[in-house]
């Protein structure tokens, strides 16, 4: 799939070049190519389905309000990306405005009576977990992480996307991953 | 060598592969002299490969979403709302109310001032009942009463000299001439202007108090009429007694006075 979208990539740019001369159809095929890394990217940071697939309607309704706004010489996918970010941290800032989000279930304590009672045996059992820590994270960290890992994206890229220096990137990614062991320290061990 | 700051922020880059082979070789080898750096990198594989994992999950969760129909159903989606855009664009405010009357603020503002307006209407017209009723007179009472005095006294100024003269020129007829003058002047317009005055001043000398300038114009309103009344059976006699009579009794003289009264304004 991944070699797939790479292969897509100049027809991504001729998709949004012919969508900016008026041919919707375009938009359907551009909306083919990167409907699940979109998805990947807004379930990673939300853990919600719903909100996923809301996060990547919106942004196809975004690039195609804003496709007038594109250079031809830009990266498609960081372009998009920088799309879907803002909407993701417009929708966490608008959350959490509106009302706290529910306080982490899982505290450092908890991981810990967890992991010594046994229940945590499984790498399964880990998964949950680890989605409900990455929500401790402040959101650029919690992006550096879903673009490395779930889209594996490089810094190089991700940099462009969050439009911040590579090094600052690293040092937010750096900073997550020692966040991410702080959370889950209690439990890592016990995982085989 | 580089140090731990250096080495620990390219963790990341080294278990992803995104080094130049310069910068890896000078981070491993800080890992081998650095056992606290070797540590970190032992606990980060960890935390990588547990996202591995959850990876996995969100695949999952991505292959139950039926991806097929998704861009149809999203295109529809986008070509709605922009249909709806592009009403609201014609919708039916025209020009420039659409340019502020959506906003809250202006309509905040717009409705306070109407709904200021309105409340004021309703709980204080008797304030603005006032206000016009006042407006076409904007003196206090006293001065009111100052100027109809003023004018009062012009007017009786202006019987008291009318009278006067006409008075004046019947003593000064030569007796045979004045016997006919009380019956010319009954006919003529100013004697009738004279009487008419008179009528008009007695309400405002009564209003105004001013008994002593309402005695001396009775008086000649009196005599005038008597005057008429008798004089057509009048002889030369009689007539030369009557200019006499009103010479002694210093009517014109009197007139003179209270005219200078008025005009000192001492009555």
């Not at chain 2, 109310?97 to 717009?110: H, I």
């Amino acid at each position: 799939m991944k070699s797939k979208e790479w292969q897509n990539e100049y027809s991504a740019q001729d998709l949004l070049v012919q969508l900016q001369e008026g041919d919707e159809e375009a938009l359907n095929l551009f909306i083919q190519i990167y409907q699940q890394k979109i998805f990947r990217l807004a379930y990673a940071f939300f853990g919600d389905r719903e909100e996923a697939l809301d996060v990547v309607q919106e942004t196809f309704m975004r690039v195609y309000e804003k496709i007038s706004h594109f250079q031809k010489t830009e990266n498609v996918q960081s372009w998009l990306l920088k799309i879907a970010r803002n909407i993701c941290i417009d929708r966490y800032r608008h959350q959490t405005s509106k009302k706290r989000r529910p306080e982490f279930p899982f505290g450092e304590r908890n991981m810990a009576e967890m992991a010594n009672d046994g229940s945590l045996e499984k790498q399964e059992e880990l998964q949950p977990l680890i989605a409900r820590a990455l929500e401790e994270l402040t959101p650029r960290q919690r992006l550096v992480v879903i673009l490395k890992h779930m889209n594996g994206s490089k810094f190089e890229e991700i940099a462009q996307v969050l439009g911040i220096a590579e090094g600052t990137v690293k040092s937010l990614h750096f900073k997550a991953l020692r966040n991410l062991r702080r959370i889950l320290k209690p439990v890592l061990g016990r995982i085989t | 060598m580089k140090g731990c700051h250096w080495a620990r922020k390219n963790l990341g880059a080294l278990l992803t592969n995104e080094l130049s082979p310069q910068e890896e070789k000078s981070l491993l080898h800080h890992l081998q002299e650095c056992p606290s750096c070797a540590a970190e990198l032992k606990e980060f594989q960890k935390i990588f490969e547990a996202l591995d994992s959850w990876k996995e999950i969100i695949e999952k969760e991505e292959e139950k979403i039926d991806w097929s129909s998704f861009p149809w159903q999203t295109t529809r989606l986008i070509k709605a709302k922009a249909k709806k855009k592009q009403a609201s664009k014609q919708d039916k405010w025209p020009g420039k109310l659409r340019l502020w009357f959506p906003r809250p603020l202006w309509v905040g503002l717009f409705l306070g001032v109407v709904i200021g307006a309105l409340s004021m209407l309703f709980f204080r017209p008797q304030l603005i009942q006032r206000q016009k009723e006042e407006a076409p007179f904007n003196f206090p009472p006293s001065m009111l009463t100052q100027i109809e005095q003023n004018l009062a006294r012009e007017e009786t100024k202006d019987y008291l000299e009318k009278s006067q003269l006409v008075f004046l020129e019947f003593l000064q007829l030569p007796s045979d001439q004045a016997q006919r003058f009380w019956k010319d002047k009954l006919s003529s317009q100013e004697i009738q202007n004279l009487l008419l005055k008179k009528k008009y001043l007695n309400s405002q000398l009564d209003d105004l108090r001013m008994a002593r300038v309402k005695a001396i114009c009775d008086q000649i309103e009196f005599l005038i009429y008597e005057l008429i009344r008798v004089s057509e059976g009048f002889s030369n006699e009689d007539v030369i007694q009557l200019q006499k009579f009103i010479q002694e009794k210093q009517l014109l003289l009197k007139i003179n006075l209270i005219k200078k009264e008025l005009e000192e304004s001492e009555v």
